[in-house]
């Protein structure tokens, strides 16, 4: 894979809700210098968004990573090209996932709507226009409104022609791989961030509901397929590459096993993590 210029390129990192997305964060923090990275604010991203976009050109062009949750069409407000990478989920597990996250994570904003109301997998699915996420985001639709064929058939088209590596959350590994050859990346340590613990498994979920989820989120399902695709061909095509770096990556994931490693690991990633995003706030 062609390495980017890193000194005129620049990369955007559309972070799908539940898509492995904060680990991929605490590791390109490790590959940028912190001051030539602007993050999205998870918990105030409209804010976060809408101060990125009042930027001066001058910010904007010696930034090489922009990264967070944000709908796709940064480029079009940058002055130096720009690339884009993401990651996508299953549609139905990447909703169940979500689901247990938003119950347990108290900053975000359904949190205590879904508590103080006791609401099931099955409320969240039929209640909350949050279906066909992954569409929405990749496409430039609106959060709250219907999904719709066309949307999806945008969505795939800007993954075609706009994103450098679509990863897929089943196989990370892979898709960090896919970075490391077009970015140039080290990847020297590499542990999970952010993982959802508490929640049933897939398995364990009634059918019903897996069905329900299914059909709300069908263009969800139809994208993840083309994303699929795009993955395996670009696996495929540099697959000696591929499995040499996955090797590595099982390396520098072992590297971080130990407790204390570990440990010294996620406080210098949270250190990291929280001078971008200081950083990026002003």
């Not at 080290?186 to 398995?203: E, G, I, M, W």
């Not at 590459?241 to 990556?249: I, W």
């Not at 407790?259 to 210098?268: D, G, H, K, V, Y």
Request: hydrophobic share 40%.
């Amino acid at each position: 894979m062609t390495q980017s210029d890193g000194a005129s390129e620049a990369v955007i990192f559309l972070h799908l809700p539940k898509a492995a997305g904060s680990t991929l964060n605490r590791l390109i923090e490790w590959e940028y210098p912190l001051f030539e990275m602007y993050s999205i604010d998870p918990v105030f991203f409209k804010w976060s968004w809408g101060h990125l976009q009042h930027l001066s050109k001058e910010r904007l062009r010696r930034t090489r990573m922009f990264k967070g949750h944000m709908l796709f069409g940064l480029h079009a407000i940058l002055p130096q090209p720009a690339t884009y990478i993401t990651v996508l989920r299953e549609p139905v597990d990447r909703v169940i996932s979500a689901f247990y996250f938003m119950r347990t994570y108290k900053l975000h904003p359904l949190y205590w709507k879904l508590k103080s109301e006791n609401w099931s997998l099955e409320d969240f699915v039929r209640r909350v226009p949050r279906d066909n996420v992954q569409c929405k985001i990749i496409a430039r639709a609106e959060y709250g409104k219907p999904c719709t064929a066309e949307i999806c058939e945008r969505a795939k088209e800007n993954l075609v022609r706009y994103f450098s590596v679509v990863g897929l959350f089943e196989h990370f590994e892979e898709s960090l791989a896919l970075m490391k050859l077009r970015f140039g990346w080290k990847l020297q340590r590499y542990s999970s961030f952010n993982v959802t613990r508490s929640r049933p498994r897939k398995a364990d979920i009634p059918q019903w509901i897996l069905d329900l989820i299914a059909g709300r989120n069908s263009l969800d399902i139809s994208l993840y397929e083309c994303a699929s695709n795009l993955f395996q061909t670009a696996v495929t095509t540099h697959a000696a590459e591929v499995s040499q770096v996955t090797r590595e990556l099982e390396s520098a994931r072992a590297k971080t096993q130990t407790p204390l490693s570990s440990a010294l690991f996620s406080s210098c990633a949270a250190g990291r993590k929280a001078i971008n995003r200081a950083y990026s706030s002003i």
